[in-house]
C-alpha cells in the first residue's frame, strides 16, 4: 500500500499516483522530514519498552553464563552452559517445566472447551440473559490473589470450607483438597477464573456469524449439529486460537495462584515460581536467569505460532480498511 | 447483533414450535445454573466477609448466621493491626499513574500507527505485542539488583515504570485499532477547512475515538491494580500495595477468615465495579482489539 519510488508517507493526504516531481531535491528532503514528523510520535514509547523491557532481558542473559550465587559474591565467576545443564538436569526443576506444561495445557484446554459450551448456552435467548452474564464474568474480575485466597481458605479448608462443608451436609467424605490433589485444585481455581474469559471471546464471535447464511443453510434442512460443526465452528477458529493463545501466554506464566495456595509445594511449583524461590529464596541468580530464559524460549514457540494466529487477524483487518 | 436461534419449523408447526420451546427454556435453565455456580464462591466470599469469626470457620457453614461488620473493621485496623490505607494508596497511586504515563506514550505512538502510518507500521506493531510475550520473570532480576544498586527499591515509582512498561505495547494495540476507525476524510476535511493538528486532536479524534481511550485505561487500571510478581519481590514496607499487602497479613497473623473475605472483597471492589460497568469494552480490549 505505500508506494516505494516516493517517500512519501501513507498518509492518505495525497494519492501517491499523482505526486510525479520534477524538482527532486527539495522535494526528497521535505519528503525525509515529513518522515520523521510521522515516525517521531513513535519513538518515546519505543525507546522507553527497549530500555525497560529488552535490555533486563540481555542482562538476563548474561547473567546465565555467571556461576553466581549473592552468598557468596567472590566466587562469581563466567560458567558457560553450565547453568542451563543444571536446569534440565535438575530433578526439582524438571519437574516444574512439567508442572509448567500440565498446568498451562489443562487449564487452557478445559476453560475453553467451557467457555465454548457457556458461550453457546448464552448465544441464545433466555430470560436474564444479561444478569447469567454478568454473574459468570464475576471470577474473571476478582483480583487473582483474592481469587486464589478465596479458593484457598473459604472454599478448600478442610475443617470449614464451603466444599467439605456441603459435603458434610450431605453427609460426604472430607479430603484435604489442597494436600491430596494439590495441582488439580490449583488448576481448578485458574479454570474457574479464566472460563468467563474464553467465553466472552467466543461468545463475541458467536455474535459475528452472518446469519443470513446459517439461515439458509436451515432452510435447506440443515440440522442444529450440522451448522455448528460446519459453518458455527470454522468461524469460530480464529476466536478460538485467539483465546488459546492469549490464555497460554498469562497462564504460563502465573505466579498468584501458585504462590497463594500452595507455595510450590506438593509438586505444584511451576517455572515462574520456582524461578522466583531460586533467586529470591536460594540467592542463586546465575540459576534463576538460567531458567527465565527457558522460560522466554518455551513461550517463543508458542509466541511464534501466536503472532501467526494474531498476524491473520490483523490481516484481515488491514484488508478491511 | 443477538443471533436468536429458534428454529424455524417448515412441518407440523406447533408440535414442533412447542418442542423447541420447551427445549429452550430448559438450556435457559442451565444457563442459569452455571452462572449461579460460577457466581457462588464470589457470593460465598461476600457473606462470609459479613460473619463473625466464629461464625465464619464453621463446619457445616452457617448459612443464617448474623451479619456483623467486624470483618471489615478488622481489616480497617480498627482493634489494631497494620492499617491497610498506606498499602490501598499505593495501589491508587500506581496504577493511576502507570494508567497515565501508558496514555501520554501510546497515544501518539497510535496516532503514529493508524492515522498517519508510518511505513513497516505492521512491524512495529508487531515488535510491540511480542515484548508482551517476554514473560516477566525472565527479567526480574536484573531489575531487582539495578534498583538495589541505585537505592530505587521498596518505591513506588518502581513499580510505575514496570507497570507502565506492561500496560503499554496492550495499550498500544488497543488504540491504534481505535484511531484506524476514524475515517481519514473527516480528518481530511477539518485540513481543508484550516484546522490545525491540535484542534483536529481536540474536535475530531478524542470525540470519536474517546470510548476506547477510555476502555484501554480501564484495563491498564485493572491490570497494575492486580500485579502481584513485581509487588512481591520489588517493595518492602513503604511501597507495598494492596495485593501485596493481602498476602502478607494472611500469613503473619494466622487466619482470620472473615476479615480475609472482608479484604479480598475491597480490594477487588474497583475492579469488579468497573469490569460489570464496561463488559463489552472489557472483552475487546482484553483481545487486543481483535475482537468487534
Same mark, same amino acid.
Given at each position: 500500500?505505500? =508506494?516505494?519510488?516516493?517517500?512519501?508517507?501513507?498518509?492518505?493526504?495525497?494519492?501517491?499516483?499523482?505526486? %510525479?516531481?520534477?524538482?527532486?531535491?527539495?522535494?526528497? !528532503?521535505?519528503?525525509?522530514?515529513?518522515?520523521?514528523?510521522?515516525?517521531?510520535?513513535?519513538?518515546?514509547?519505543?525507546?522507553?519498552?527497549? @530500555? *525497560?523491557?529488552?535490555?533486563?532481558?540481555?542482562?538476563?542473559?548474561?547473567?546465565?553464563?555467571?556461576?553466581? =550465587?549473592?552468598?557468596?559474591?567472590?566466587?562469581?565467576?563466567?560458567?558457560?552452559?553450565?547453568?542451563?545443564?543444571?536446569?534440565? $538436569?535438575?530433578?526439582?526443576?524438571?519437574?516444574?517445566?512439567?508442572?509448567?506444561?500440565?498446568?498451562?495445557?489443562?487449564?487452557?484446554?478445559?476453560?475453553?472447551?467451557?467457555?465454548?459450551?457457556?458461550?453457546?448456552?448464552?448465544?441464545?435467548?433466555?430470560?436474564?440473559?444479561?444478569?447469567?452474564?454478568?454473574?459468570?464474568?464475576? %471470577?474473571?474480575?476478582?483480583?487473582?490473589?483474592?481469587?486464589?485466597?478465596?479458593?484457598?481458605?473459604?472454599?478448600?479448608?478442610?475443617?470449614?470450607?464451603?466444599?467439605?462443608?456441603?459435603?458434610?451436609?450431605?453427609?460426604?467424605?472430607?479430603?484435604?483438597?489442597?494436600?491430596?490433589?494439590?495441582?488439580?485444585?490449583?488448576?481448578?481455581?485458574?479454570?474457574? !477464573?479464566?472460563?468467563?474469559?474464553?467465553?466472552?471471546?467466543?461468545?463475541?464471535?458467536?455474535?459475528?456469524?452472518?446469519?443470513?447464511?446459517?439461515?439458509?443453510?436451515?432452510?435447506?434442512?440443515?440440522?442444529?449439529?450440522?451448522?455448528?460443526?460446519?459453518?458455527?465452528?470454522?468461524?469460530?477458529?480464529?476466536?478460538?486460537?485467539?483465546?488459546?493463545?492469549?490464555?497460554?501466554?498469562?497462564?504460563?506464566?502465573?505466579?498468584?495462584?501458585?504462590?497463594?495456595?500452595?507455595?510450590?509445594?506438593?509438586?505444584?511449583? =511451576?517455572?515462574?515460581?520456582?524461578?522466583?524461590?531460586?533467586?529470591?529464596?536460594?540467592?542463586?541468580?546465575?540459576?534463576?536467569?538460567?531458567?527465565?530464559?527457558?522460560?522466554?524460549?518455551?513461550?517463543?514457540?508458542?509466541?511464534?505460532?501466536?503472532?501467526?494466529?494474531?498476524?491473520?487477524?490483523?490481516?484481515?483487518?488491514?484488508?478491511?480498511? | 447483533?443477538?443471533?436468536?436461534?429458534?428454529?424455524?419449523?417448515?412441518?407440523? *408447526?406447533?408440535?414442533?414450535?412447542?418442542?423447541?420451546?420447551?427445549?429452550?427454556?430448559?438450556?435457559?435453565?442451565?444457563?442459569?445454573?452455571?452462572?449461579?455456580?460460577?457466581?457462588?464462591?464470589?457470593?460465598?466470599?461476600?457473606?462470609?466477609?459479613?460473619?463473625?469469626?466464629?461464625?465464619?470457620?464453621?463446619?457445616?457453614?452457617?448459612?443464617?448466621?448474623?451479619?456483623?461488620?467486624?470483618?471489615?473493621?478488622?481489616?480497617?485496623?480498627?482493634?489494631?493491626?497494620?492499617?491497610?490505607?498506606?498499602?490501598?494508596?499505593?495501589?491508587?497511586?500506581? $496504577?493511576?499513574?502507570?494508567?497515565?504515563?501508558?496514555?501520554?506514550?501510546?497515544?501518539?505512538?497510535?496516532?503514529?500507527?493508524?492515522?498517519?502510518?508510518?511505513?513497516?507500521?505492521?512491524?512495529?506493531?508487531?515488535?510491540?505485542?511480542?515484548?508482551?510475550?517476554?514473560?516477566?520473570?525472565?527479567?526480574?532480576?536484573? *531489575?531487582?539488583?539495578?534498583?538495589?544498586?541505585?537505592?530505587?527499591?521498596?518505591?513506588?515509582?518502581?513499580?510505575?515504570?514496570?507497570?507502565?512498561?506492561?500496560?503499554? %505495547?496492550?495499550?498500544?494495540?488497543?488504540?491504534?485499532?481505535?484511531?484506524?476507525?476514524?475515517?481519514? $476524510?473527516?480528518?481530511?476535511?477539518?485540513?481543508?477547512?484550516?484546522?490545525?493538528?491540535?484542534?483536529?486532536?481536540?474536535?475530531?479524534?478524542?470525540?470519536?475515538?474517546?470510548?476506547?481511550?477510555?476502555?484501554?485505561?480501564?484495563?491498564?487500571?485493572?491490570?497494575?491494580?492486580?500485579?502481584?510478581?513485581?509487588? !512481591?519481590?520489588?517493595?518492602? @514496607?513503604?511501597?507495598?500495595?494492596?495485593?501485596?499487602?493481602?498476602?502478607?497479613? @494472611?500469613?503473619?497473623?494466622?487466619?482470620?477468615?472473615?476479615? *480475609?473475605?472482608?479484604? $479480598?472483597?475491597?480490594?477487588?471492589?474497583?475492579?469488579?465495579?468497573?469490569?460489570?460497568?464496561?463488559?463489552?469494552?472489557?472483552?475487546?480490549?482484553?483481545?487486543?482489539?481483535?475482537?468487534?
Amino acid at each position: 500500500m505505500s =508506494n516505494p519510488t516516493t517517500a512519501v508517507s501513507v498518509s492518505g493526504e495525497r494519492p501517491p499516483t499523482a505526486a %510525479p516531481t520534477p524538482a527532486r531535491r527539495p522535494v526528497a !528532503q521535505r519528503n525525509r522530514a515529513r518522515e520523521w514528523a510521522t515516525r517521531a510520535p513513535l519513538l518515546p514509547a519505543l525507546i522507553f519498552l527497549i @530500555v *525497560v523491557t529488552q535490555l533486563p532481558f540481555v542482562a538476563t542473559l548474561v547473567i546465565s553464563l555467571f556461576d553466581w =550465587n549473592s552468598f557468596r559474591p567472590d566466587r562469581r565467576a563466567f560458567a558457560g552452559l553450565e547453568n542451563y545443564k543444571t536446569v534440565l $538436569s535438575d530433578e526439582a526443576l524438571r519437574e516444574s517445566i512439567v508442572t509448567t506444561v500440565l498446568l498451562t495445557a489443562s487449564v487452557v484446554i478445559v476453560s475453553v472447551v467451557l467457555g465454548l459450551l457457556l458461550a453457546l448456552l448464552l448465544d441464545r435467548k433466555f430470560r436474564g440473559r444479561g444478569l447469567v452474564r454478568t454473574m459468570l464474568i464475576a %471470577p474473571f474480575l476478582l483480583v487473582p490473589v483474592a481469587s486464589a485466597l478465596l479458593w484457598k481458605h473459604a472454599l478448600y479448608n478442610p475443617e470449614y470450607g464451603l466444599f467439605n462443608g456441603v459435603l458434610n451436609w450431605l453427609g460426604g467424605p472430607q479430603p484435604e483438597w489442597l494436600t491430596d490433589t494439590p495441582l488439580i485444585a490449583v488448576e481448578a481455581s485458574l479454570i474457574w !477464573q479464566w472460563t468467563p474469559f474464553m467465553m466472552l471471546i467466543l461468545l463475541a464471535g458467536l455474535q459475528s456469524r452472518p446469519l443470513d447464511m446459517i439461515e439458509a443453510a436451515r432452510l435447506d434442512g440443515a440440522g442444529a449439529w450440522q451448522i455448528f460443526r460446519f459453518l458455527t465452528l470454522p468461524h469460530l477458529r480464529r476466536y478460538l486460537e485467539l483465546g488459546t493463545l492469549l490464555g497460554s501466554i498469562y497462564i504460563v506464566q502465573n505466579f498468584d495462584a501458585v504462590f497463594t495456595m500452595t507455595r510450590g509445594g506438593l509438586d505444584t511449583a =511451576n517455572l515462574p515460581y520456582t524461578i522466583y524461590e531460586t533467586f529470591y529464596n536460594a540467592h542463586e541468580y546465575g540459576l534463576a536467569s538460567a531458567a527465565g530464559v527457558v522460560v522466554v524460549i518455551g513461550t517463543i514457540i508458542i509466541a511464534t505460532f501466536a503472532l501467526r494466529v494474531v498476524s491473520s487477524l490483523f490481516r484481515e483487518e488491514a484488508s478491511r480498511a | 447483533m443477538t443471533a436468536v436461534s429458534t428454529p424455524v419449523p417448515i412441518t407440523s *408447526v406447533p408440535e414442533a414450535t412447542r418442542r423447541a420451546k420447551r427445549r429452550g427454556a430448559a438450556l435457559g435453565v442451565l444457563a442459569w445454573f452455571i452462572g449461579i455456580v460460577f457466581v457462588l464462591p464470589v457470593l460465598w466470599m461476600l457473606l462470609t466477609s459479613f460473619h463473625s469469626e466464629a461464625d465464619a470457620a464453621t463446619n457445616p457453614p452457617s448459612l443464617a448466621a448474623p451479619l456483623t461488620l467486624d470483618g471489615y473493621k478488622d481489616f480497617f485496623g480498627v482493634g489494631g493491626g497494620a492499617s491497610p490505607w498506606p498499602a490501598l494508596l499505593n495501589s491508587v497511586g500506581t $496504577s493511576l499513574f502507570s494508567t497515565c504515563f501508558v496514555l501520554v506514550l501510546a497515544l501518539p505512538a497510535a496516532f503514529a500507527l493508524s492515522i498517519r502510518p508510518v511505513r513497516k507500521w505492521t512491524d512495529v506493531m508487531f515488535f510491540f505485542l511480542s515484548t508482551k510475550m517476554l514473560p516477566v520473570v525472565a527479567g526480574l532480576l536484573p *531489575v531487582f539488583l539495578f534498583a538495589r544498586d541505585i537505592n530505587f527499591l521498596d518505591n513506588v515509582w518502581l513499580l510505575v515504570i514496570l507497570y507502565t512498561s506492561m500496560n503499554l %505495547p496492550i495499550a498500544v494495540w488497543m488504540m491504534q485499532s481505535f484511531l484506524a476507525d476514524i475515517p481519514v $476524510s473527516i480528518i481530511e476535511a477539518a485540513q481543508m477547512d484550516g484546522a490545525r493538528l491540535p484542534t483536529i486532536l481536540w474536535r475530531v479524534v478524542a470525540p470519536i475515538a474517546g470510548p476506547g481511550i477510555a476502555a484501554t485505561s480501564l484495563i491498564c487500571f485493572i491490570f497494575s491494580w492486580n500485579e502481584m510478581l513485581f509487588a !512481591q519481590v520489588l517493595t518492602g @514496607v513503604v511501597a507495598q500495595t494492596a495485593p501485596a499487602f493481602l498476602t502478607t497479613f @494472611v500469613t503473619s497473623q494466622g487466619l482470620f477468615l472473615a476479615k *480475609v473475605c472482608a479484604a $479480598s472483597m475491597v480490594i477487588s471492589l474497583p475492579v469488579l465495579a468497573a469490569g460489570f460497568a464496561a463488559q463489552d469494552k472489557l472483552v475487546q480490549g482484553l483481545s487486543l482489539g481483535a475482537v468487534k
